[in-house]
């Protein structure tokens, strides 16, 4: 960004020395914490969290676990994908339309996805659904008011040109509207999926906790029966981390995607 | 075509246009009453102070725009709304930017009218040939942001030709550019619009532009007009030869008038900067 | 350029009053002409002036709801607005509403301040020290990643229920937005006006007090902002699990008793509060940084 960020990157490795640093002090402090108590303590080390990643990992339905909430996040971020964009075309495109819409999006922003989950519980009871649900709500909102704002925005000579062209309503938005808002769009979809993990998280935790931990299954109620059941909190550890590495990975992807989908941008 | 003999090609009688300002109710007329016949392959040029409606004339016969009152005819007939028979080149371009150069001029051909009875391979030629015409060629695969203001102004145009109008509605084009570029692109759309060829194939053009020198050097008419409200000052008759070219600069005609507009139009300039 | 700032904004409503079909960019200027030309009706000014509007949504909205509820027939699942409203009187009766609010609430404002006093101080450090920033950068993108939602379990082992574990929560998710935002305001002063202030004897302090600080500003209450909503849904998620108290425990509550008014009073509760609290914040971002729009960007 500026002449200072370059004189760093400019030395690699001196960087890659101090980026490490902080974080390995932190660990080795903690593992020496750790090894000053009693052995039978339920105390976390991170010598402990890695012995407990390879088992969990393998053969102790670590990747289940995360494949499963990871397909439930998929699913409802299309739900709220499809519902999202079109929605926000609508409402972007059209005063009279987002007038009357707008406060009804405003009166239920403030609500948490987890506030919604008692509700979805009593409709779709404490499975899948009901994460779905939950996932599609939370992603719904950053999805729709960012293809709004990219919407309104479109650069009103570009709508005019197309017209002037003799490009048929359907064309106009497909070619001119939706291309335009692309990059408003994938700043959307990126938030949207990075607040759909938190929420599918929260959700099959939530479920795991208020249903004795049976039904609901995901990474996040696997963390719940490892607190409720036998209090291990190396295997907590290693959730927290492959929660923490699956939001990073979500939003790298993001980000590649949004430089291959949009090569026009600088 | 015998109609078309004594029919001009744009036709604008008594054409008014009031903007209605959204909260305050408050009236504002752009334009009052304006004339204006333009014939066959003529190139009109439109000059005046900022607020005199020059736009809105481009947009009203774009179809992008109604009058309040009056009549706006294309042979004959009314104008009910835009269409690719009149193409426009709009300030700044509206050249999309996530198209490349290939994408933008064959914008109106892949997904709008012109193209609809052509094939794929058709249109493909077509963008090719426009590529081509305006030297563009080697570039076909830049995004606009990678090229530069008189390469952008040249998609612009090869867009415009491309979906193949009867009239071209340019809207200060050159407006964006540096003095030198703007010399040499006044010259290279005269080659394009067919300054050689007689009058039945050259496009009806209305340019728009601030620039008196500019207007003289293209136009066989320039429509000078006065602002608050948008107003016909006087039509002046550019009778040059052609082909122009640089030289003719330098003749005391040109000169001549140049001042004789900007004579037309300096009270209303020195009042905008008062 | 040729039609003045007046005309080309008032081109665009009268325009799509003449342009049926036009534009998708245009259908809704021309509701707004259709509103502007009402309003010098025989209506008093001040009645003409207040926008309807959100009144009509809302009721369209109750009666769909109450549609559905009845057409559905089953209270439990949705109970019609007019027993989510006799629930909702009951329970503020009662002083529940207040006494959930008022916890979760003051939690929320505990949280916010913990998060400011540790955040911004950090957030300045980290953005004018480069050194500061190369250390303590990786550990922040380290964490961030990590949901507070899931530091609960451990949280829970930790904290057990109680207070401490969703303002532990809360902070956590406050610092990031507030840490990320301030150092970027930081950052995005204008080195001109540092070295113009330099130029004219100014000390150092007084440079951050004068010049840095006022820059830095706009981005810090657009942090705040951000915290405050990432905040509020996480105290949900925190008091619905952890917590014996509050509004989330409130609805989970409701919920396991199968008292669904109740629950949906009490979510209301949640939106109210979360509505009325942004428009606060909204109101403050305008008197703190008038010179900048709702995204923190100057205009």
Request: aromatic share 8%; charged share 15%; hydrophobic share 50%.
């Amino acid at each position: 960004m500026t002449v200072a960020a370059q004189s760093f990157s400019s030395r690699p490795i001196a960087a890659v020395a101090r980026g490490v640093a902080l974080p390995l002090v932190l660990l080795l402090v903690w593992q020496a914490w750790a090894s000053t108590l009693p052995a039978n303590t339920r105390a976390p080390s991170p010598a402990q969290v890695a012995r407990a990643f390879e088992t969990l990992a393998i053969g102790g339905g670590l990747v289940g676990a995360t494949l499963q909430s990871l397909g439930r996040v998929m699913l409802g971020f299309l739900i709220a994908l499809v519902l999202g964009v079109s929605l926000g075309v609508l409402m972007g495109s059209s005063r009279r339309v987002s007038r009357n819409l707008d406060p009804i999006v405003e009166g239920f922003r403030p609500i948490a996805p987890m506030a919604i989950l008692p509700i979805a519980i009593l409709w779709f009871g404490a499975g899948t659904p009901a994460a779905l649900s939950i996932v599609a709500y939370a992603a719904f909102f950053p999805l729709l008011l960012n293809t709004i704002h990219g919407v309104s925005r479109v650069d009103r000579k570009l709508l005019q040109a197309a017209r002037t062209m003799g490009l048929p309503l359907h064309a106009r938005i497909l070619r001119v509207v939706l291309p335009a808002a692309l990059p408003s769009i994938m700043l959307g979809a990126r938030l949207a999926m990075g607040v759909a993990w938190t929420a599918i998280i929260a959700a099959e935790l939530a479920v795991g906790a208020k249903s004795g931990g049976g039904s609901s299954g995901g990474l996040g109620q696997m963390m719940f029966v490892f607190y409720a059941y036998s209090i291990d909190l190396n295997n907590i550890v290693v959730c927290m981390i492959v929660v923490g590495v699956v939001a990073l990975l979500i939003d790298r992807l993001f980000r590649v995607a949004e430089r291959r989908l949009m090569p026009w941008r600088i | 075509m015998n109609g078309a003999v004594n029919r001009p090609k744009l036709r604008l009688q008594g054409v008014t246009k009031a903007f209605v300002a959204p909260r305050t109710g408050h009236r504002t007329l752009a334009l009052a009453d304006v004339s204006l016949d333009i014939d066959q392959g003529e190139f009109v040029c439109i000059v005046g102070p900022s607020g005199c409606g020059k736009s809105t004339i481009l947009n009203i016969v774009a179809g992008l725009d109604a009058p309040t009152a009056g009549i706006v005819e294309k042979d004959g007939a009314p104008i009910a709304g835009p269409g690719p028979d009149r193409g426009v080149m709009f300030q700044d371009y509206a050249l999309y930017p996530w198209q490349t150069v290939q994408g933008n001029i064959g914008f109106g051909l892949n997904y709008g009218a012109p193209g609809k009875s052509m094939s794929q391979a058709e249109r493909d030629a077509r963008v090719a040939e426009f590529v081509k015409l305006v030297s563009l060629t080697g570039s076909e695969s830049k995004y606009p942001h990678q090229l530069s203001g008189g390469m952008r102004q040249r998609v612009a145009l090869a867009r415009l030709l491309a979906n193949g109008p009867d009239i071209l509605l340019l809207d200060e084009p050159l407006g964006a550019l540096d003095a030198q570029t703007r010399i040499i692109l006044q010259a290279e759309l005269l080659r394009i619009w067919g300054e050689t060829a007689p009058r039945e194939q050259r496009k009806t053009t209305v340019f728009i532009t601030h620039d008196i020198e500019e207007a003289v050097f293209l136009a066989d008419r320039v429509v000078v007009m006065s602002s608050h409200p948008g107003r016909v000052r006087d039509i002046l008759t550019i009778d040059l030869p052609r082909p122009r070219d640089e030289s003719i600069r330098a003749d005391p005609r040109f000169g001549h008038f140049a001042d004789e507009i900007w004579r037309l139009i300096r009270d209303q300039a020195l009042q905008a900067i008062a | 350029m040729s039609a003045t700032p007046s005309a080309s904004a008032a081109l665009k409503m009268d325009q799509a009053t003449t342009d049926v079909g036009g534009g998708a960019a245009q259908t809704g200027d021309r509701a707004r002409s259709g509103r502007g030309a009402a309003s010098p009706g025989g209506v008093p000014g001040w009645l003409a002036r207040i926008d309807f509007t959100p009144l009509r949504s809302f009721a369209i909205l109750l009666l769909v709801w109450q549609g559905v509820a009845v057409w559905t027939a089953s209270p439990i699942q949705l109970p019609t607005p007019l027993r989510v409203g006799a629930a909702f009187l009951d329970l503020a009766a009662e002083g529940e509403i207040t006494e959930h609010a008022l916890v979760s609430v003051t939690r929320l404002v505990v949280s916010l301040a913990i998060a400011v006093v540790l955040a911004v101080p950090l957030g300045f450090l980290m953005g004018l020290n480069r050194k500061i920033d190369a250390f303590v950068d990786p550990l922040i993108e380290l964490l961030r990643p990590i949901s507070g939602i899931a530091w609960i379990p451990l949280a829970l082992f930790i904290f057990g229920i109680g207070d401490v574990l969703p303002v532990f929560i809360m902070v956590y998710v406050a610092f990031f937005a507030l840490l990320l935002n301030t150092i970027s305001g930081v950052r995005s002063v204008d080195p001109k006006l540092i070295a113009a202030a330099r130029t004219m004897g100014v000390a150092r302090p007084m440079i951050l007090a004068k010049v840095v600080a006022p820059a830095a500003l706009p981005a810090i209450v657009v942090g705040f902002r951000l915290a405050f909503a990432g905040a509020w849904a996480a105290i949900v998620a925190a008091e619905l699990i952890g917590a014996p108290n509050g509004l989330g425990f409130a609805i989970e509550w409701y919920r396991e008793l199968l008292m669904s008014p109740k629950v949906f009073a009490f979510i209301l509760v949640i939106a109210v509060i979360g509505y009325v609290c942004d428009l606060g914040l909204r109101a403050l971002q305008r008197r703190l940084t008038p010179w900048v729009d709702e995204a923190g960007h100057s205009s």
